[in-house]
């Protein structure tokens, strides 16, 4: 998902009880809060930046989205509470707020990369996107050689695989804290185009009735769940709660319950 600094927004925490689950079998293993380095042994710290539905959008006092159901999965399956805190993606792309203990795992629609596995350990995939091209209706704009010829404005969010692929064919794209401002600025006619993964980019399209998606960019990139690079207990359970809703396909029901489907 995303790449570069952005503005820190205000955070909330909001815990969300989870009815304990104790001696769950996964694929023939046991994952326990014992088993794994938590920042608090009663709970695990999810972070997110919470504005990039349908993966996490603030509702009330808690996070909700297809980030938000399998970090309670995973809470589930170690028999804690999930806490969450909504915080800049900066800090989750770089590793800082695992480091610095802010937060157990960083959940927020990341994209698995050579440079970001330095800084800290993915878990294995769970989603798989490719890059969108949005306009608005009756734009002039009908492909991705179109969109990035260099003579269109595009909007991006800020720290994204977006930004850093527009920027990679040599454009000065214009970059937003959150991916629904960029799509209201090219909703608003500001911007002429939106590069935006897939899968948000088909909730823009819900939200603005006078945009479209003209063409998508195959990028092949896959979506994982980090940790610190100390905490290799945490990242078996968390890998174990994966394979187990794949397997049981509560994933699938995930997906579906916000009407996205990942690609091949």
Do not use: W
Not at 41 to 56: G, I, M, N, R, V
Not at 214 to 226: K, L, N, R
């Amino acid at each position: 998902m995303r790449h570069k600094p952005m503005r820190t927004r205000s955070k909330f925490v909001a815990a969300v009880a989870l009815a304990a689950v104790g001696g769950l079998a996964l694929s023939g293993c046991t994952s326990t809060a014992g088993d794994s380095k938590l920042i608090d042994s009663a709970s695990l710290t999810a972070c997110s930046e919470a504005q990039y539905p349908p993966f996490e959008r603030p509702e009330g006092d808690k996070i909700v989205g297809i980030d938000a159901d399998i970090s309670s999965e995973i809470a589930k399956d170690l028999g804690v509470d999930l806490k969450q805190v909504n915080t800049a993606f900066e800090g989750l792309q770089s590793g800082q707020d695992l480091d610095n203990k802010k937060c157990d795992i960083a959940i927020s629609a990341i994209t698995i990369n050579d440079e970001r596995k330095t800084k800290m350990d993915f878990s294995e995939p769970y989603f798989h996107d490719d890059l969108a091209v949005v306009v608005p209706k009756g734009s002039s704009v009908t492909s991705a050689d179109q969109a990035l010829d260099g003579t269109h404005t595009i909007a991006v969010q800020d720290a994204t695989t977006g930004q850093e692929y527009v920027t990679g064919k040599g454009l000065q794209p214009q970059g937003f804290e959150d991916a629904t401002l960029a799509a209201t600025q090219v909703s608003n006619g500001s911007i002429d185009v939106l590069i935006d993964q897939v899968a948000p980019a088909s909730e823009h399209l819900k939200n603005f009735d006078n945009l479209q998606m003209v063409a998508t960019i195959p990028t092949g990139e896959s979506y994982g769940i980090a940790v610190r690079k100390d905490n290799s207990q945490l990242l078996d359970s968390v890998n174990k709660t994966l394979k187990r809703i794949q397997d049981d396909g509560t994933l699938q029901s995930i997906f579906d319950k916000y009407g996205v489907k990942a690609t091949a």
